[in-house]
């Protein structure tokens, strides 16, 4: 796993970003696939809305913004195919939802989605799980103590 | 349009088709619209990112769409309507 930090090469994410635009024998599913691991494996916060594909670290402001490089209809296959691994199915329909994807790994990796998937309206939100702090790890292993 | 051999990696079509009805309540419920498309039609669907091998087919303008219309009497004359429950 690369973290992003404050010592991350920024132009270094954008061109990792730009490969993961690159097809694969797998087409959107394969895209779906690295776009998510690209999320996990540098810590992440992903949006897509308006035709723009913006990254940032976890948690904190975003970074930088591309434009979307692939047809509309890409688009609108990969928030299909989000709706389709969220563990939630009944919290999705094809047109929006929000929900949990669950990568694989040791441990797993669940990441929140958000999407909405119409003919007007294309958008997506990657967000890693909150990183619990000192105080709230304390305070939930008093919870369980008591 | 899914392949109807599949896979369904986008959901299968039965779940997909009750998305849908749970986003629009009030069109009659869920259903499945099968329709034969003549292979070559098909083949002009297929791109880097829409391989067949994922089970799914994009018709769109300058991929198989314009064929798919000018054949689309046929098609659609041929349509088998599934019931989803």
Known sequence: MTPASPSCDRLAIAELLQKVFTPTPQGVVGLVEELLEFCRDHQLHLKIQDNSCAVGPAGEAIWDTIAWPLPKSVLRATLARIAALCVQPNAVTPYRGEGEVTLPGNPPTVLQVAF??????????????????????????????? | MYLESGPFLFKPPQDYARGKSREFPDEGGAVILVLDVPDEIVQNAVSEWFPLSQGLVQFDFGAGMEELLVAWPGVAGSAEIRSVT
Do not use: G, I, Y
């Open chain 1, 116 to 146: 909405t998937n119409t003919p007007t309206e294309q958008r997506l939100d990657v967000r890693l799980p909150a990183v619990p702090t000192d105080d709230t790890a304390n305070h939930e292993h008093r919870s369980e103590e008591s």
